[in-house]
């Protein structure tokens, strides 16, 4: 059965610091796909980021990175030199198989505040 | 870009009541499906449709229903609301391509209080 880990339930730094947040996965597939989204205080969840199984290359948008590892099953999120707007939930999503219908199922969630 | 529509942004109702939670999306998505998410819990899965009139059980299927008689229109039910369904519930849709998981996109959610 597939199942998301988020240890750190909440997260705060001070603005300018760098935090990660951490995402263990189990699955018995050899395909898969890994989310992660981003849930501001106004509700909405935000899409971030896919990465499918055997693509491991780690991947960086500005102050984002993400450090995809199959052998620890681990996809974590980095965000460099933190900001206010950066406080929100994080979750981490695993969506099985490549048929294009499973759902994801996603972690409890991380919640980062950023202080100023 | 995406669009997923929640007919309510926060909803009371009565316990007892039948609860209709609507959800709509404007990009032609195959793919819908219905979360709760609670403090704590995450988002746990309710039901899901591939396909006009398909429907699945996701993991918490328990007390709700589903109706998806058009492909743009996804709709909860709560048979008969309860109060431990007081919740956050949030619908997404998907577009379903070959050998691939595309990601989902979520509407705005609707925070229901079952009194």
């Known amino acids: 059965a597939q199942k998301v880990t988020q240890a750190q339930t909440e997260i705060s730094v001070v603005e300018k610091e760098d935090v990660t947040l951490d995402c263990v996965y189990e699955?018995?597939?050899?395909?898969?796909?890994l989310f992660w989204y981003k849930q501001p205080p106004s509700g909405e969840l935000v899409f971030l980021i896919r990465?499918?199984?055997?693509?491991?290359q780690n991947e960086i948008s500005g102050r984002y990175s993400w450090n995809f590892q199959k052998s620890t099953s681990s996809f974590n999120f980095t965000i460099t030199a933190s900001q206010v707007v950066d406080s929100a939930v994080y979750f981490c999503a695993l969506s099985e198989g490549n048929s294009g219908n499973t759902p994801l199922v996603f972690g409890k969630g991380t919640r980062l505040s950023v202080i100023a | 870009d995406v669009k997923v529509t929640q007919s309510s942004r926060y909803l009371v109702k009565r316990t007892g009541e039948k609860v209709f939670l609507e959800c709509v999306q404007d990009m032609d998505h195959e793919n819908m499906f219905w979360y709760r998410q609670d403090p704590g819990l995450g988002l746990r899965l309710i039901y899901f449709s591939y396909d006009v009139k398909m429907k699945e059980k996701g993991d918490i299927p328990e007390g709700y229903s589903v109706s998806r008689e058009k492909k743009e229109r996804f709709s909860l039910i709560l048979e008969s609301a309860s109060t431990n369904q007081t919740s956050m519930y949030l619908c997404?849709?998907?577009?379903?391509?070959?050998?691939?998981?595309?990601?989902?996109?979520f509407g705005d959610g609707t925070r229901l209080s079952i009194l």
């Open positions: 990465r499918n199984s055997f693509d491991e």
């Open positions: 997404a849709s998907r577009r379903r391509t070959v050998h691939s998981n595309q990601p989902q996109h």
């Open positions: 699955t018995r597939d050899t395909t898969y796909y």
